[in-house]
């Protein structure tokens, strides 16, 4: 069965235009997952379809009213799933998230809601909203930047959508860190050269190489990410780095604080 998400905004056309793209559009194309787009205007019952108004007690921005909202809602019924609403409110999303709502997907649908930039009335968010995400401690002039982040990220994790699975096991945050720098032909150009085991065709050194790079650049992008277990395992990277040139690493992207915290005497 088809894994169905519907998204409830007043930009429909901002959202379909992206979801034609990449490999997104490849896993609609194909069947493994459809959006639907449900916009409230078309449920607004005045003749200007409003569905915004200004806030009681004053202030900037339009409010999204409940009507044409709660209408929406309900013409999705029992099919709507989990209903979401994008806000700055939200819980914070990340890879985990993105994981548990695509297995969640297999046996339930998902609806996200997208307000704009004034807000929606808060008696549709307590009336008909399960939960709440947020891509980010910023304010997006309306949710469908976030409904686009959170369906691009979720589709990675759906059976079928990647070629290969294995790049959910490599890419960044799998395993709570960042993925290692990537590179591809020619061998050397703007006076750089791909490190020369990434090209030594021996696998088992090349994904050791990989995860101490992982380990290097999480340690310095990105030390919110550090545990316990990183940090035992960042000596073993460390001897590893430590045999490869200080000019490789520079390729890579490792600064020369973490290259002096490489080849330091620590
Ligand atoms: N809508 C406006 N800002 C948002 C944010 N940071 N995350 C999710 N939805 C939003």
């Known amino acids: 069965m088809t894994q169905k998400i519907h998204v409830v905004t007043l930009m429909p056309d901002a959202i379909s235009g992206f979801l034609k793209w990449g490999v997104v559009g ?101 009336a008909k909203v399960d939960r709440m995400v947020s891509v980010g401690d910023y304010v997006l002039s309306g949710g469908e930047i976030a409904a686009l982040a959170v369906i691009d990220s979720i589709a990675r994790f759906l059976p079928g959508v990647l070629g290969n699975e294995q790049s959910q096991v490599t890419d960044s945050f799998a395993d709570g860190l960042l993925e290692a720098p990537q590179f591809t ?21 090349i994904d050791q190489f990989r995860e101490a790079l992982s380990m290097a650049m999480s340690r310095e992008l990105r030390p919110d990410l550090r545990t316990n277990n990183h940090d035992r395992q960042w000596q073993l990277s460390r001897e590893l780095l430590r045999s490869v040139s200080r000019d490789e690493l520079r390729v890579c992207g490792l600064s020369p604080q973490i290259l002096d915290e490489i080849y330091g005497d620590a």
């Open 26 to 126: 490849k896993a609609i194309k194909h069947n493994i997952f459809s959006v639907d787009l449900i916009n409230p205007r078309d449920f607004a019952e005045d003749v200007h379809r409003t569905v915004d108004d200004r806030p009681y007690g004053g202030g900037d921005g339009m409010i999204l009213m409940t009507e044409p909202l709660v209408k929406a809602i309900d013409s999705i019924g029992a099919r709507a799933g989990t209903r979401v609403y994008l806000s700055p409110h939200g819980e914070r999303w990340n890879d985990k998230l993105a994981r548990d709502f695509a297995g969640n997907l297999q046996s339930s649908p998902l609806t996200l809601i997208c307000g704009r930039y004034g807000g929606i009335d808060q008696r549709f968010i307590n």
């Open 185 to 205: 032909r020619p061998p050397n150009i703007l006076g750089q050269e791909v490190p020369s085991i990434l090209r030594s065709g021996d696998h088992r050194r």
